[in-house]
């Protein structure tokens, strides 16, 4: 049977009208119990697909959540989707999953994308690269529900699901220090992104309260990869006075730096410590295993989605309060620089 039967064809085969089978369908009141059980049986028989586009414009919803990730290769996005998916499947929505791949042109298209779509909200994870965000504000004058996790930018007074990066890089820093490191070297990631500046922030105020000199030699700004933090230690043992330690951006980073220091034959954590970001699943399984922050991924896609729901049950709304959740850090210790 063809997938393009339509309600028409379901009336011929039961001898009634389509307003009556349109209506049995939609369990309407004033049609029978009877006259639905065989509408319904007659409708699985034939193999009748309801027309959803068709449904979302008679609605005005279509049941469905966009969700912007700058890439499905790095785990930390996974998870979070995980997280957004485990919501939506419990309120009733389907998740679409665009990747923008750190691109700016990429990221603009996929909101045009589910703004053609006519998708009910758009989650997103800002692309590395940065142009305008134009994009974003054509969303909100159109009334699109928006909610950014993660990747935020200043720039934007848009809802939003984070971890509190200072606090993480504050943690980061000290917890090297703590552990006898003299030179603590940070590798940083694009500075237009608020998560990337407020980790930065976070070593500079953690330096700070322990009586350590600022040393802008030992900010190494990368493109949160692992190329970056190779770069990184290549440039940092090419100091008059190299670091011993390394706060890295993220865990590709300090992945990257790891390979590099290994090329070097430096001893971790022996001679040299590192710390990075996120939690990547690689970073219990390398030698040494990494030492990095986690950054609560599910939760923070549970609570991006409920923020979602709450910003879609109140689009009518006029002056609504932008709201930003912030979560904990959780440091995750283990020996790439744990040498006491």
Do not use: C
Request: hydrophobic share 40%.
């Amino acid at each position: 049977m063809s997938l393009t039967v339509t309600i028409a064809d379901i009336a011929k085969k039961l001898n009634t009208t389509s307003a009556t089978v349109s209506r049995a369908l939609n369990d309407h009141p004033a049609i029978s119990i009877r006259t639905k059980k065989r509408v319904l049986q007659a409708a699985e028989k034939l193999q009748y697909r309801r027309n959803t586009v068709a449904s979302s414009l008679r609605s005005g919803q279509t049941g469905i959540i966009g969700v912007i990730i700058p890439s499905a290769e790095i785990n930390f996005f996974g998870s979070v989707v995980h997280g957004i998916e485990n919501m939506a499947n419990k309120n009733g929505y389907n998740v679409l999953i665009y990747q923008s791949n750190e691109s700016w042109e990429h990221e603009k298209k996929g909101i045009e994308t589910f703004l053609n779509a006519r998708v009910d909200g758009i989650m997103v994870s800002m692309a590395k690269e940065k142009n305008d965000y134009t994009h974003f504000l054509n969303a909100r004058q159109a009334k699109m529900p928006i909610v950014f996790f993660d990747r935020t930018s200043d720039e934007l007074d848009i809802d939003s699901v984070v971890i509190n990066d200072h606090k993480a890089g504050y943690m980061a820093t000290t917890h090297l220090v703590a552990q006898g490191y003299k030179r603590i070297a940070h590798i940083s990631g694009p500075q237009h992104l608020k998560v990337f500046k407020a980790r930065l922030e976070g070593y500079k105020a953690a330096l700070k309260k322990l009586g350590k000199p600022f040393d802008a030699k030992l900010i190494y700004n990368g493109d949160v990869s692992i190329d970056a933090g190779r770069e990184a230690v290549k440039y940092f043992l090419g100091l008059p006075k190299p670091p011993d330690a390394i706060f890295a951006v993220e865990d590709f980073t300090a992945l990257g730096a790891i390979k590099e220091l290994k090329h070097h034959n430096i001893s971790i954590p022996k001679d040299f410590g590192i710390i990075g970001f996120a939690n990547e699943s690689f970073g219990e399984h390398i030698s040494p295993s990494l030492s990095t922050i986690d950054q609560q991924t599910v939760n923070m896609g549970k609570e991006a989605f409920q923020l979602m729901l709450k910003l879609i049950e109140e689009k009518t709304r006029k002056n609504k309060t932008v709201q930003k959740i912030i979560l904990e850090p959780i440091p995750v210790f283990r020996d790439s620089s744990l040498r006491k």
